[in-house]
């Protein structure tokens, strides 16, 4: 899928923020670096506005198929831990924009591609689902997990 502008915009950060996850956040309870690197794939974020304020929420594709893959692979992972990784990571990398001063130019982007949800937003439809399967979503990771099973 392709990136949006306001994406874009903030890749500096995003790269920031997850070096910085990585080196000074994780271990997250079960979630190790390997692990995160995994759901990060699977993870899509959106600008949702809640009360009048707007913020990056993660979005994770498929991640009961990709926790069994990686249970199959024998990396127990917990889903709670899972989603409260993304969700710190979306929290660090919307710190980074704002520290930087980015945030309102980010909110000027994405209005105007109209990528601002409103309120809560539900998990994905089976059509996205399908869709993000297709494009490399968990289906990818059995392959993976299969060779280093042969080692």
């Known amino acids: ?13 995003y790269l920031e923020a997850d070096y910085d996850f990585v080196e000074n956040v994780l271990p ?4 190790d670096g390997s692990s995160f690197g995994l759901i990060a794939d699977a993870t899509e974020y959106s600008l949702v506005k809640v009360g009048g304020e707007v913020h990056l929420r993660p979005e994770v594709y498929g991640l009961d198929s990709l926790l069994s893959s990686l249970r199959r692979g024998g990396v127990a992972v917990d889903k709670r831990d899972a989603l409260l990784s993304v969700e710190r990571f979306a929290a660090l990398w919307e710190e980074k924009i704002k520290s930087k001063g980015k945030w309102e130019r980010l909110l000027q982007l994405a ?6 949800l409103s309120g809560p937003r539900p998990g994905p439809t089976p ?11 968990p289906g990818w990771l059995r392959g993976l997990l299969r060779r280093f ?3």
């Open 127 to 137: 059509a996205e689902t399908k869709t993000k399967t297709e494009k490399g979503g």
């Open 28 to 31: 997250l309870g079960t979630i």
């Open 149 to 151: 099973r042969r080692d």
């Open 1 to 13: 899928m392709a990136k949006k502008r306001w994406e874009r915009f903030v890749e500096g950060e």
């Open 111 to 116: 209005e105007e591609e109209g990528a601002i």
